[in-house]
T-cell receptor
Framework: AQSVSQHNHHVILSEAASLELGCNYS??????LFWYVQYPGQHLQLLLK??????LVKGIKGFEAEFIKSKFSFNLRKPSVQWSDTAEYFC?????????????FGTGTLLAVQP | NAGVTQTPKFQVLKTGQSMTLQCAQD?????MYWYRQDPGMGLRLIYY???????DKGEVPNGYNVSRLNKREFSLRLESAAPSQTSVYFC??????????????FGDGTRLSIL
């Protein structure tokens, strides 16, 4: 069965600090990988996705993530965070070619950026 | 604006009451999903509908039923609400039935409290 682990549950950073949020998954087959962001009081929005090709993917708002197949990881990064990045971040995975698009989510990382 | 619409946004129920959460999407998507979001547990899939006329159980289906009324609408019913069902419920949709390489579009959520 697929599973997703996000090891950082709470992260507190000052503005301009660099960010890296860890995400590891377990699945024997080929996967699609996603990062979603949920701003306070809002619904989940897609931040970036990896389907195939270049393992370094760039998303909105300066975020990027790198797929390292050998480590089953898909860590999210941003060189310099802003106060407006305060949100909860979810990593998610589904089986590529699957018939149902079922997503498995990690438990989320709550990021607080201090001005 | 196009997207996923959930009603109601907030609801308080007493234990044992029944309720139906409504979800509609106007993007002509085939697949629809219901999740619940609880602190420290991320999003867990309750039920999904890969296409009109089909529904399947997700990770936490107990205590819930669903109806895919037509291509646009996918409702979630609590027949006898329990305090353990206090949660935020999200509906989501994706364009096609497969393959599993599409991001999901989320609604704004329904915040449900069971007393």
């Amino acid at each position: 069965a697929q599973s997703v682990s996000q090891h950082n549950h709470h992260v507190i950073l000052s503005e301009a600090a660099s960010l890296e949020l860890g995400c590891n998954y377990s699945y024997g087959g080929t996967v699609n990988l996603f990062w979603y962001v949920q701003y306070p009081g809002q619904h989940l929005q897609l931040l970036l996705k990896y389907f195939s090709g270049d393992p370094l993917v760039k998303g909105i708002k300066g975020f990027e993530a790198e797929f390292i197949k050998s480590k089953f990881s898909f860590n999210l990064r941003k060189p310099s965070v802003q106060w407006s990045d305060t949100a909860e971040y979810f990593c998610a995975v589904n089986a590529r070619g699957g018939a149902t698009n079922k997503l498995i989510f990690g438990t989320g990382t709550l990021l607080a950026v201090q001005p | 604006n196009a997207g996923v619409t959930q009603t109601p946004k907030f609801q308080v129920l007493k234990t044992g009451q029944s309720m139906t959460l409504q979800c509609a999407q106007d993007m002509n998507h085939n697949s629809m999903y219901w999740y619940r979001q609880d602190p420290g547990m991320g999003l867990r899939l309750i039920y999904y509908s890969a296409s009109e006329g089909t529904t399947d159980k997700g990770e936490v289906p107990n205590g819930y039923n669903v109806s895919r009324l037509n291509k646009r609408e996918f409702s979630l019913r609590l027949e006898s609400a329990a305090p353990s069902q206090t949660s935020v419920y999200f509906c989501a949709s994706t364009p096609r039935r497969g393959p599993g390489d599409q991001p999901q579009h989320f609604g704004d959520g329904t915040r449900l409290s069971i007393l």
